[in-house]
T-cell receptor, first 113, second 113 residues
Framework: GDSVTQMEGPVTLSEEAFLTINCTYTATGYPSLFWYVQYPGEGLQLLLKATKADDKGSNKGFEATYRKETTSFHLEKGSVQVSDSAVYFC????????????FGTGTKLQVIP | DAGVIQSPRHEVTEMGQEVTLRCKPISGHDYLFWYRQTMMRGLELLIYFNNNVPIDDSGMPEDRFSAKMPNASFSTLKIQPSEPRDSAVYFCASVDSVYNEQFFGPGTRLTVL
């Protein structure tokens, strides 16, 4: 079955540092890929998505590129802020009619001033 | 739109009691998902509905758990009888399948003593 593997956290960075959170997936066909973010005490919210190979999703300074050859969708941000502290989930959903989303285990990011 | 609404936000109960969690999805969305989140097991899909019909309940842990969606604007997740290991945050999410993006509610934090 489909699966998503994320790097284990927590990740602790100083403000303005560069962020990379690795994500790889196993799936048949051509799934859509997502990054969700969960701030403390809240539900998950969609951060960005990509629906086909080589697509780049971006939002709020975050980027991720759909790499089919390496089955990866790494999340990056050039300069993190304290307000980016949250848990980040990589996820996939199969194309061809809506199906359920498979989530990774989440990576906690802590940004210190 | 107010987003996905869940109630109550916090619930503390004693072992053996019945617990009912409620969810109001975003109007017009045709899918509804129930998830459970714990530190040990992360985010688990319990059940999901399409147009009020249950599609996949394979994630429901046991017969003590049941879910209903009597109409497009309301769903319940019931635990009877509750046990301490049911303590978790329960999320509801709704989806418009045209856009394939999950919108999560704020969650219900359940504590079973």
């Amino acid at each position: 079955g489909d699966s998503v593997t994320q790097m284990e956290g927590p990740v602790t960075l100083s403000e303005e540092a560069f962020l990379t959170i690795n994500c790889t997936y196993t799936a048949t066909g051509y799934p859509s890929l997502f990054w969700y973010v969960q701030y403390p005490g809240e539900g998950l919210q969609l951060l960005l998505k990509a629906t086909k190979a080589d697509d780049k999703g971006s939002n709020k300074g975050f980027e991720a590129t759909y790499r089919k050859e390496t089955t990866s969708f790494h999340l990056e941000k050039g300069s993190v802020q304290v307000s980016d502290s949250a848990v980040y989930f990589c996820a996939l959903s199969q194309a061809g009619g809506y199906q359920k989303v498979t989530f990774g285990t989440g990576t906690k990011l802590q940004v210190i001033p | 739109d107010a987003g996905v609404i869940q109630s109550p936000r916090h619930e503390v109960t004693e072992m053996g009691q019945e617990v009912t969690l409620r969810c109001k999805p975003i109007s017009g969305h045709d899918y509804l998902f129930w998830y459970r989140q714990t530190m040990m097991r992360g985010l688990e899909l319990l059940i999901y509905f399409n147009n009020n019909v249950p599609i996949d309940d394979s994630g429901m842990p046991e017969d003590r758990f049941s879910a209903k969606m009597p109409n497009a604007s309301f769903s319940t997740l019931k635990i009877q009888p509750s046990e301490p290991r049911d303590s978790a945050v329960y999320f509801c999410a709704s989806v418009d399948s045209v856009y394939n993006e999950q919108f999560f509610g704020p969650g219900t934090r359940l504590t079973v003593l």
